[in-house]
């Protein structure tokens, strides 16, 4: 079936050190992939997105890459800090109908960050 | 500008009961999506809600149900609650039908006993 799944359940780094959250999807019609952060008690927030005809696209302090061949999404968190700790999600949306359908989202990656 | 804001925050029932969960979209936002997130996963898409119509529905039973209003807010309703029915459920706005940035409210903590 369809389905967006991340490689790994924890994710460990140093403050200041660089984090990257790698997610794999098989749905090859997604045209939009999302990452969220959500926070303990909180909703997801959103953090980026990226169009399926683009491999990279920057924010402030984070990066996402795209590679469509092997169907891979990853977030970068440049110089990590106490507040990044969060539970990430990648989340694939697709236009079928027309509009933007419901998301699909991943499981989660929960980055802890050491001091 | 207040964000996306549900009701209740927490909520406990019992099995067998029925329960509506509201949520006021983002102001402007006038598309409506409910999630639910059991602990420990991901978020579980519902439906969604344009124009105060269902336009898409996930993988859930005829026993989750919803409605939006003329000012976009929006009821997600459940019947005949089960245990395994617990579990947060998200609200998320997005300006118009189309769009992919959804603002997410902070959810609301249903508890089944």
């Known amino acids: 079936g369809e389905s967006v799944g991340l490689h790994l359940p924890t994710l460990s780094v140093q403050e200041g050190d660089n984090s990257i959250i790698n997610c794999a999807y098989s749905?090859?019609?997604?045209?939009?992939f999302i990452w969220y952060k959500q926070e303990s008690g909180k909703g997801p927030q959103f953090i980026i997105d990226?169009?399926?005809?683009?491999d990279k696209r920057q924010g402030q302090r984070v990066t996402v890459l795209l590679n469509k061949t092997v169907k891979h999404l990853s977030l970068q968190i440049a110089a990590t800090q106490p507040g990044d700790s969060a539970v990430y999600f990648c989340?694939?949306?697709?236009?079928?109908?027309?509009?933007?359908?419901?998301?699909?989202f991943g499981k989660g990656t929960h980055l802890i960050i050491q001091p | 500008d207040a964000g996306v804001t549900q009701s209740p925050t927490h909520l406990i029932k019992t099995r067998g009961q029925q329960v509506t969960l509201r949520c006021s979209p983002k102001?402007?936002?006038?598309?409506v999506s409910w999630y639910q997130q059991a602990l420990g996963q991901g978020p579980q898409f519902i439906f969604q809600?344009?124009?105060?119509?269902?336009?898409q529905r996930g993988n859930f039973p005829d026993r989750f149900s919803g409605h939006q209003f003329p000012n976009y807010s929006s009821e997600l309703n459940v019947n005949a609650l089960l245990l395994g029915d617990s579990a947060l459920y998200l609200c998320?706005?997005?300006?118009?039908?189309?769009?992919?940035?959804?603002?997410f409210g902070q959810g609301t903590r249903l508890t089944v006993v």
């Open positions: 998320a706005s997005s300006l118009e039908w189309g769009t992919t940035e959804a603002f």
């Open positions: 749905n090859s019609a997604s045209d939009y």
């Open positions: 990226i169009r399926s005809n683009m």
């Open positions: 989340a694939e949306n697709s236009h079928s109908g027309g509009g933007a359908d419901g998301l699909t």
């Open positions: 102001s402007g936002h006038d598309t």
């Open positions: 809600y344009y124009e105060e119509e269902e336009r």
